[in-house]
T-cell receptor
């Protein structure tokens, strides 16, 4: 069975440009997460979806970040405009449900803003 | 406050040595879950184990073992007879039952196993 798939793996953009990341979760997983991992740190949650509903976006910088999960499957995370401080690895994860079940992660997208 | 502390930033051992990675957590809730993940250089976080707060039994899986002690709020991870392939960053994480699976990660411990 395929794991969580993310693309692109790497992205380099100039500041003030837009960027988008795509995630395909494991089939049948209702809960989808986007995490951001800064260098040398543990991941931090940006947003959590239950099916197509964003149920926890308290850590998402809404002035420049947006996300969607149409039809409760694939998800896209967008940054517009990007800032130098957005350089990080963006990780997507999915789980069967929330509430303590293990989450499975994709390989992440490494974003570099120059 | 909910927090996970991994005080060991880096550990270096020689192959076949045993190594223990420490994890201390803080929470006011009585129902929670603890996890360990492995992050190899490829970047993907690999799930290793989950424990709930009501199950303090230690667990062994091959060369891996975990020691959960609520009295000291610790969930330590031991690798026996380490191998070069164990080299990675290891993360301990905490999740509360009423937060939909949101993981609170520690800063990670980078383990280097030298041949």
């Amino acid at each position: 069975e395929a794991g969580v798939v993310q693309s692109p793996r790497y992205k380099i953009i100039e500041k003030k440009q837009p960027v988008a990341f795509w995630c395909n979760p494991i089939s049948g997983h209702n809960t989808l997460y986007w995490y951001r991992q800064n260098l040398g740190q543990g991941p931090e949650l940006l947003i959590r979806y239950e099916n197509e509903e964003a149920v926890d976006d308290s850590q998402l910088p809404k002035d420049r970040f947006s996300a969607e999960r149409l039809k409760g499957v694939d998800s896209t995370l967008k940054i517009q405009p990007a800032e130098l401080g957005d350089s990080a690895v963006y990780l997507c994860a999915s789980s069967v449900t929330g509430g303590g079940t293990e989450a499975f992660f994709g390989q992440g997208t490494r974003l570099t803003v120059v | 406050a909910q927090k996970v502390t991994q005080a060991q930033t880096e550990i270096s051992v020689v192959e076949k040595e045993d190594v223990t990675l420490d994890c201390v957590y803080e929470t006011r809730d009585t129902t929670y879950y603890l996890f360990w993940y492995k992050q190899p250089p490829s970047g993907e976080l690999v799930f290793l184990i989950r424990r709930n707060s009501f199950d303090e039994q230690n667990e062994i899986s091959g060369r891996y073992s975990w020691n959960f002690q609520k009295s000291t709020s610790s969930f330590n991870f031991t690798i026996t007879a380490s191998q070069v392939v164990d080299s990675a960053v290891y993360f301990c994480a905490l999740s509360h039952y009423n937060q939909g699976g949101k993981l609170i990660f520690g800063q990670g411990t980078e383990l280097s196993v030298k041949p």
